[in-house]
């Protein structure tokens, strides 16, 4: 070893990187390690050295992967692509989060993120990489930043689209609420199958389509648990409890092709739920729901044992005409003040009816029914600012705990109107026609109260700004169905009340949304209303 000058050592690994411009650790050591049959340690040594000298660049302090760096010579550099390419094989997480950017125009949310990289979201015991630190990674060399929109949603960006990064929020974000807006239908399904319990179960909705269901420190689109066990030893009817049942994992993709990316993601959530338990066998079913895919990662999925349905084969083929209408909805914002929104609304709700879909489709119907009310709002506010599915939350002191906790609630509609000077929050409910919204309390969900006396203040201090500066606070409850007795007369006392607005009442139940639509020539919209909200 010492008879071999040090010179020629520096030499050798100048020729390899001359020829192959980027070394990981691994492959230099592994190289030198054959050639001059010195051991790993010395191996190192050398390449330490070298770099020392400033002959040879390293990549730190990024990793590519138990501490492994990259060597290469001047001019090179590490560029966005040439880390993707070494991180394909050193480090998969980091790979799928550039590809990912790469194939949304250089953006993505930050919960998509955590999903595609299988990120825990706390540090834990476990080697996997956190999001964060992968983040940061690429911020150091000034490839991506870090934005938030005013739903407090984050998003990972390019630098190099900072100048279209609304647009391309926008659009992302019309992308998340598709890919969740069959979450809750989908778990109705799998409920009704036997591959869910209908209890216990939590899932990504399009309200907050940035959050998704929490279990075992990764993200799900949804979970839940089964005590399906086809033949078991442990009949269905013993198990009782969490230990003895299956966990189901769901994955959804519905704006776009499902891919090999998701498939990776999704595999490695799994693996690293599986491998968390310290004792005992976890047992787990996978369940990707998918509007398109290729045959390769269909059968790849199948190899892998995973269960897969493409939405056609649980609501039908006419699945994906409503899924183009609803994404026309999504995506183009000028298509919701002309005649051909009407148009589309009304063959969206058609082929709903026409397929016989009506009940598990009830949560798209009401989708649907807010997003009819963009045009009525705007016509009575024309000039203000109108944000829909605006989420709020806050940090609350919680009594019962003695600890500082975050909550937060979901809004269809917020108005900001400079003329007249009001802050509108509205909650629509596109229910069918026979349906009573109780009175309910501020403690149970989808009742009057609830809107009135819970959500509505939460939300009011997002607004003492304006509130300070002349803006008055209001409200309005809009449904296509009917009110209880004593909800009925709860809102009318508030209507007389200071949550009024100047261009809308407190609240329209079916009766008088319907007159309200026909007075202001809503002619179409209340025909839609009065013919498939029945």
Known sequence: MDTINKNQ????????????????SKELCDLLTENFLVTNVYARKIIERVVNKGIVKSSSP???????FVYFLDPEKLTKDTIKQIAKKYRPPLYRLIESLDINNGVISYYEALKITASPLLKGNSKNDLLDDLIELLRDRDFVYITIDQNNIKYILYTNVKETEEQLIKTQY???????????????????SNLILTLNNRYRNKTTPSIGAAHNNLVWDAFGYTKATGLNPVSARVATSVEKQTLVVVDVVMSREYNQLDVD????RVQININSVTSGTRKIIPIVIYKSCSAYVLNTLKGLGFLCYDIGSIYGSNIFAILENVSKLQFNQKLLQNEEFE????ETLSTIKNSGQEDQLKALKGTLFEVMMYQVLKHQYPNADITTNVYYSKMIFNEETNKNEKRGFEYDYVIRSSNPKEIIVIELKGYHSEYQIPLGTYEIKNTVKWFFNRTLTFIKDKFQFEIDNGYVFKAAYMTSCKFEDDALDYLKKLNEGNYKGRRLDVFYDRKKLITFLE????????NIIEKFYL
């Not at 990024?62 to 492994?68: A, I, N, R, V």
């Not at 148009?343 to 009304?346: A, D, H, L």
């Open 265 to 268: 993601g999704f595999l490695n």
């Open 9 to 24: 050592y520096d030499k050798y690994v100048i020729e390899l990187l001359k020829i192959k411009k980027f070394q990981v």
């Open 343 to 346: 148009k589309t609304i009304e």
């Open 62 to 68: 990024l990793t590519f992967g138990k501490g492994q």
């Open 519 to 526: 007075a202001n020539d809503f002619i179409s919209l209340k």
């Open 174 to 192: 019309s992308r998340m609420v598709i890919d969740s807006l069959f979450v809750k239908d989908i778990v109705d399904w799998l409920s009704k």
